[in-house]
T-cell receptor
Framework: DTGVSQNPRHKITKRGQNVTFRCDPI?????LYWYRQTLGQGPEFLTY????????KSRLLSDRFSAERPKGSFSTLEIQRTEQGDSAMYLC?????????????FGSGTQLSVL | AQSVTQLGSHVSVSEGALVLLRCNYSSSVPPYLFWYVQYPNQGLQLLLK??????LVKGINGFEAEFKKSETSFHLTKPSAHMSDAAEYFCAVKPGGYNKLIFGAGTRLAVHP
């Protein structure tokens, strides 16, 4: 078990470009979450999956954002037509479905900088 | 709406001194409460969680937190700070019936010799 893996660790892009991030959860975890964290703030919930089903999306997730988890394993988060306000750390977490107290395990995040 | 307020964005203590990081929550139903720690360039790591089994919760690295319903608080403490405790600490609430965590803004703890 190597924990939650996120790639890339850093991404620098120009405004208007599309970017895609990948998250590989812990293998037996069926829940997967995406959060966004900006400097000086706590992580903000974006969306979560149970297996391949996307069960909840935050209103923070605009039309330019899309997340997928096609086979219930890894997930991708795509941002289209990036804006400078998208610059943030994007965190992925996973958990087992064992009730409300199941612990979320976080990856190290992908730091996005939009120039 | 459920929310978490962490009082003090920065806390500085001397090595060996008491650590107290404050967290107040707002929830219309009994919540589940968590403290996470984030070291530089790393993901968040669970320190402890409130399960409603006991109001005083012990976590890793000598930290503990006490749930006080009357004060809607879940403050994090450690009797004696160590240099390695320097990090950012996040309080989080998982309202009953929800599957997501709502985080506070975080408190950055500095420990000086």
């Amino acid at each position: 078990d190597t924990g939650v893996s996120q790639n890339p660790r850093h991404k620098i892009t120009k405004r208007g470009q599309n970017v895609t991030f990948r998250c590989d959860p812990i293998s037996e975890h069926n829940r997967l979450y995406w959060y966004r964290q900006t400097l000086g703030q706590g992580p903000e919930f974006l969306t979560y999956f149970q297996n391949e089903a996307q069960l909840e999306k935050s209103r923070l997730l605009s039309d330019r954002f899309s997340a997928e988890r096609p086979k219930g394993s890894f997930s991708t988060l795509e941002i289209q037509r990036t804006e400078q306000g998208d610059s943030a750390m994007y965190l992925c977490a996973s958990s087992k479905e064992t009730g409300s107290l199941s612990e979320l395990f976080f990856g190290s995040g992908t730091q996005l900088s939009v120039l | 709406a459920q929310s978490v307020t962490q009082l003090g964005s920065h806390v500085s203590v001397s090595e060996g001194a008491l650590v107290l990081l404050r967290c107040n929550y707002s929830s219309s139903v009994p919540p589940y409460l968590f403290w996470y720690v984030q070291y530089p360039n790393q993901g968040l790591q669970l320190l402890l969680k409130y399960t409603s089994a006991a109001t005083l919760v012990k976590g890793i690295n000598g930290f503990e937190a006490e749930f006080k319903k009357s004060e809607t608080s879940f403050h994090l403490t450690k009797p004696s700070a160590h240099m390695s405790d320097a990090a950012e600490y996040f309080c989080a609430v998982k309202p009953g019936g929800y599957n997501k965590l709502i985080f506070g803004a975080g408190t950055r703890l500095a420990v000086h010799p």
